[in-house]
């Protein structure tokens, strides 16, 4: 039976990477903070020499966005120096590695910069007209990130490309699963004690269900076809379109307000486009994910 190492099994997504793998009959052991600190060089080390596993999926990040501003050096340990660890290690023992990137490597300003945004007033009415023109990206657009997470995800993502050939990069956008906090669990929450919430309209991407990204990450580590993936669900929204459906689905009766994203200032700058393309994913018989509505409405019957 083949072992196939997991980081972040406390996550949304090592979570069901774990319960994926044990449904496909594999051994798979999963890692937690106390098992292995990713800020532990000689422990990642000690880790991998002992187990010697067949492969490895890493899901473990620092992943508080706004957090991250603050703490540069911790944020850069965990999600770059971590990850060109564990990818030496996957290089000595010549096994395949996942590492779990975002759509924070991107500006998001694909498909804007045409339309002058900067030069008008900064409306919903207007933002409604622009998010039109969002185009999708590519795995081969080049990256720009414009917060330290997203920086420092894409420097775990150079040391993979440099140090290994046996390697996904698998970019994923506003994730949820139901072992931990997300948007859906945050929108369901404040809901109880508010009869309105302003949401974000002018940021657009894809929802990510972890149940439906865990299979999709196991084919691939059964196959060699490997490189640089979009993986979300499919379709496309806004914060405010998810708020919507999540209420929707949910059956709560709540005024839901689109606002634009400097009516919400956060400590990270977060990209308004964050549409990417999964044609590669089709186009290397890849299963696509089902729509993130779909995705939603099975979510929120879960976690009833
Ligand atoms: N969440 C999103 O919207 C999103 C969007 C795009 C990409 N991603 C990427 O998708 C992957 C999975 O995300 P997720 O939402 O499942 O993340 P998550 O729920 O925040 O879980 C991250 C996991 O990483 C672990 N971790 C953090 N620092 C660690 C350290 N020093 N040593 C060992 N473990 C450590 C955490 O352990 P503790 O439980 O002990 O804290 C946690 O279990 C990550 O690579 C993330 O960058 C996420």
Not at 42 to 63: K, L, M, Q, W
Not at 92 to 98: A, G, K, T
Not at 215 to 238: F, I, K, Q, W
């Amino acid at each position: 039976m083949k072992k196939i190492l997991i980081t972040g099994i406390n996550g949304q997504l090592g979570y069901d990477v774990v319960r994926e793998l044990d449904k496909r009959g594999y051994e798979a052991i999963g890692l937690d903070r106390k098992i292995m600190n990713l800020t532990n060089s000689e422990e990642i080390r000690r880790v991998f020499n002992d187990i010697s596993p067949d492969g490895i999926i890493h899901c473990a990040a620092y992943t508080a966005v706004d957090a991250a501003e603050d703490n540069i050096e911790l944020c850069e340990r965990v999600n770059a120096l971590a990850v060109k660890d564990i990818a030496k290690c996957a290089k000595y023992l010549d096994i395949p590695m996942i590492y779990i990137s975002t759509d924070y490597v991107f500006d998001g300003m694909k498909g804007i910069n045409q339309n002058n945004v900067d030069e008008v007033d900064y409306t919903i009415e207007y933002n409604n007209i622009c998010k039109e023109f969002y185009l999708e990206y590519t795995e081969d657009d080049k990256v720009n990130p414009i917060n330290v997470y997203g920086r420092t995800k894409y420097e775990g993502e150079k040391y993979v490309r440099d140090i290994l050939d046996k390697y996904y990069i698998v970019r994923i956008s506003w994730v949820f699963g139901e072992n931990g906090n997300n948007f859906i669990d945050t929108m369901l929450r404040l809901s109880k004690d508010r009869d309105e919430l302003n949401v974000i309209d002018d940021q657009v991407g894809s929802p990510t269900y972890t149940k439906d990204l865990a299979p999709l990450l196991v084919d691939m580590l059964e196959s060699d076809r490997y490189g640089t993936y979009h993986a979300t669900n499919d379709g496309y929204c806004s914060w405010y379109e998810f708020a919507k459906e999540i209420f929707d689905v949910a059956g709560v009766d709540i005024k839901v307000n689109p606002i634009t994203t400097d009516m919400y200032p956060t400590k990270a700058k977060r990209p308004f486009n964050s549409k990417m393309s999964k044609e590669k994913l089709k186009n290397n018989n890849f299963r696509n994910l089902r729509s993130w509505k779909s995705a939603v409405k099975d979510y929120v019957e879960n976690i009833k």
